[in-house]
């Protein structure tokens, strides 16, 4: 890996999981910010994008460590990327922006084991169907209470099993095989 791509990169540490995105974009959302006009600041509004642009963000970095081919094309400006992330929030409660500070409570693990399964099994994949579909699928998992607690990056159920075609691990290492075999040498 160049230097310009690695600098620093060894600062931020590897989460529970091995690749560095998850972990970051649970960091980054324990910070919360004021986002419109109500000067209000959550860690996630819903009617705002943040927290996918940051996993976008992190889904390039961790496959420009990951992923050689990626990382040379990309070096050679040769890449362009559009991502749209999953993300599933396995807290208790959640203060949601939109009810004026109100707490819905969940009932956790099993809403978030629901949507995590959902996910797996109704997104089709272009291997799968042969036709249409996304090449790969990650969904990250976290509990974000919205109320200025940490967010924290959960890696046990009800997460995807590092075994499951959603596990955010094998997403990367899939985007980087479709990657090769399109686009490689």
Request: net charge positive; charged share 25%; hydrophobic share 35%.
């Amino acid at each position: 890996m160049s230097a310009d791509l690695r600098g620093g990169v060894d600062d931020i540490g590897k989460g529970p999981t091995g690749m560095r995105g998850p972990a970051i974009l649970a960091r980054t959302m324990s910070v919360a910010t004021t986002r419109g006009n109500g000067g209000q600041a959550w860690q996630y509004h819903s009617r705002s994008d943040n927290h996918s642009k940051v996993a976008c963000w992190t889904v390039l970095f961790d496959l420009l460590l990951e992923c050689d081919i990626f990382r040379t094309h990309a070096e050679r400006g040769r890449v362009g990327f559009g991502i749209n992330h999953v993300m599933v929030n396995a807290a208790d409660e959640f203060v949601t922006p939109s009810g004026a500070g109100r707490v819905n409570r969940h009932s956790q693990p099993d809403d978030a084991r629901k949507v995590v399964r959902m996910l797996g099994q109704a997104i089709p994949l272009a291997r799968d169907t042969g036709t249409i579909g996304y090449d790969v699928i990650g969904v990250t998992v976290v509990d974000c209470r919205n109320d200025g607690s940490p967010v924290r990056l959960v890696v046990n159920d009800p997460a995807p099993a590092r075994d499951s075609h959603i596990h955010y691990d094998r997403m990367i290492v899939g985007l980087c095989s479709e990657y090769r075999a399109r686009f490689g040498a």
